[in-house]
């Protein structure tokens, strides 16, 4: 049999919107010769401190190491339960093995996605230390509920925020609920570094714990002293300048990218197929992923990447993922609302520098294949 050539992509799905304001700061690190976290990195923290409203802000090489960091500073570890949604990234369960503890899977809201309040009540046991609900595709968790629940029974709250930036639930930025939030900066985020992350926490001596952890176990570089086990989780002023320039213009990529998804919403308003993630109360939108549930996705993602659009599926449902077994992990029974949106679900062409043509595009494939 000849091997078919696959179709050319005429929208991806998702890229960075960069330009000259992030070449300029780059330019900036070579001409000044400083590389390592410095001047750059504390410009960004000042501004990330300004935007979210966190009273501290610390820089990690990535959202994974910032879930770890937050975990083991909190003193979770072996022994401990950390309730985590299942419908996520690999990684939300990932940094609760790497800490030791044992994370356990809940199943979401079936018309957000985020965490189910109730399955985290059902989920609690004498071992369970912390809450993890995970901001999902740029909208709040219910985080009245999982504050209440938390403190109703004594745990932490480490919040998810890795595609979070931006969002707000009543004005306040999702991340600065917890104990600790945190916040990824990779490639395909709203905001980016190529790679990056970031812990806020309101609390004064949870911060210090996270610097010493992030910084070898001392409060400054240069010092031989150690008062602390830690470990070189900084990132560098390379990074840090790019994520300078993206902030100067988070405002623009946010507009730009709720400003595609009302389109997409409008333009598919009459394809009874389509269903969009329900609205959290309280809670603005901002989409690091445009998603949509349809009755038989396999089918139309074949259909549209014939039609050259890139497209991503929903997370695979982490109770299921071959690297969580009964030795690591556990999770309830009767999880269904994750299954239901993995196996339903399509992430549509979401970039910042998408053009309101390419939504037509789109949409225009999207109804003609339910037309048929």
Not at 52 to 69: E, F, M, S
Not at 339 to 365: F, K, M, N, W
Request: charged share 20%; hydrophobic share 40%.
């Amino acid at each position: 049999m000849m091997a078919t050539t696959p179709p050319a992509i005429r929208i991806p799905q998702l890229e960075p919107f960069l330009g000259e304001e992030e070449l300029a700061e780059l330019a900036d690190c070579i001409r000044t010769n400083w590389l390592t976290e410095g001047p750059k990195a504390t410009e960004f923290v000042r501004l990330l401190r300004d935007y979210t409203g966190a009273r501290h802000i610390l820089l990690v090489p990535n959202g994974t190491l910032a879930l770890y960091v937050a975990l083991m500073v909190r003193g979770i570890g072996p022994g401990d339960e950390v309730i985590v949604p299942d419908f996520t990234f690999f990684a939300s369960g990932s940094s609760v093995v790497l800490a030791g503890a044992t994370p356990v899977f809940v199943d979401v809201d079936p018309g957000t996605l985020c965490i189910a309040p109730e399955e985290v009540e059902r989920a609690i046991t004498p071992r369970t230390r912390a809450i993890m609900p995970v901001h999902m595709y740029g909208q709040s968790a219910d985080m009245d509920a999982v504050m209440r629940i938390a403190g109703d029974h004594g745990l932490f709250v480490i919040e998810d925020a890795a595609q979070g930036i931006g969002t707000r639930l009543r004005g306040r930025h999702v991340g600065t609920f917890g104990d600790l939030g945190c916040l990824s900066f990779f490639a395909d985020k709203t905001l980016t570094t190529g790679e990056g992350g970031a812990i806020m926490t309101n609390d004064d001596r949870l911060a210090d714990l996270t610097l010493y952890f992030k910084n070898q176990g001392r409060e400054n570089r240069g010092s031989f002293i150690h008062p602390y086990m830690g470990y070189n989780f900084r990132l560098t002023d390379v990074q840090a300048a790019i994520g300078l320039a993206q902030m100067r213009k988070l405002d623009d990529l946010i507009a730009r990218k709720q400003r595609a998804e009302a389109h997409y919403r409008a333009r598919l308003a009459g394809v009874e197929q389509v269903r969009f993630l329900a609205d959290v109360p309280g809670s603005t939108r901002v989409p690091f992923r445009i998603g949509i549930l349809v009755p038989d996705a396999p089918a139309l993602t074949e259909y549209l990447t014939q039609a050259g659009i890139g497209l991503r599926g929903f997370f695979y449902p982490l109770h299921r993922q071959p690297a969580f077994t009964p030795q690591n992990s556990r999770h309830l029974e009767g999880i269904r609302h994750s299954v239901y949106a993995y196996e339903h679900g399509i992430c549509l062409p979401s970039s910042a520098g998408l053009q309101e043509t390419q939504v037509d595009y789109v949409c225009d494939r999207i109804a003609e294949f339910f037309r048929r």
